[in-house]
């Protein structure tokens, strides 16, 4: 559970609700193949599930009131990368602001592959 306070009061989000959230909206960029597991805890688990989680590769930190996102993804070879990468932070910040009213710090992105 992610809580952020505000003007109003204190705000509750559910972590899973918000990883969701940034893997769709990075996904539907231009240019991104998929989103890649990252660290012992997304690899163990992908041994145990048939198929990758949908959430794998977003990490989520919180710093006071501001998330800070790492997002872990593959990239169409051909494509302009940092252009991809900055189109995902923008998207990805605007999108958590809007749909869940939270504030972010900074989405990190990191291009972990590419495929044809």
Same mark, same amino acid.
């Given at each position: 559970?992610?809580?952020?306070? %505000?003007?109003?009061?204190?705000?509750?989000?559910?972590?899973?609700?918000?990883?969701?959230?940034?893997? !769709?909206?990075? !996904?539907?960029? @231009?240019?991104?193949? #998929?989103?890649?597991?990252? #660290?012992?805890?997304?690899?163990?688990?992908?041994? @145990?599930?048939?198929?990758? #989680? +949908?959430?794998?590769?977003?990490?989520?930190?919180?710093?006071?009131?501001?998330?800070?996102?790492?997002?872990?993804?593959?990239?169409?070879?051909?494509?302009?990368?940092?252009?991809?990468? +900055?189109?995902?932070?923008?998207?990805?910040?605007?999108?958590?602001?809007?749909?869940?009213?939270? +504030?972010? +710090?900074?989405? %990190?992105? @990191?291009?972990?592959?590419?495929?044809?």
């Amino acid at each position: 559970m992610i809580k952020v306070n %505000n003007h109003i009061g204190t705000i509750g989000v559910s972590s899973k609700y918000l990883r969701s959230l940034i893997a !769709q909206t990075a !996904q539907s960029c @231009f240019g991104v193949s #998929g989103m890649n597991s990252y #660290g012992a805890v997304q690899s163990v688990g992908n041994l @145990f599930r048939r198929r990758s #989680g +949908e959430n794998d590769g977003v990490i989520i930190h919180q710093n006071d009131n501001k998330l800070v996102i790492d997002l872990h993804i593959t990239v169409t070879y051909g494509v302009n990368v940092g252009a991809i990468s +900055e189109s995902i932070a923008h998207k990805v910040s605007y999108v958590l602001t809007d749909r869940a009213g939270i +504030e972010v +710090e900074s989405v %990190n992105v @990191f291009v972990d592959a590419l495929v044809d």
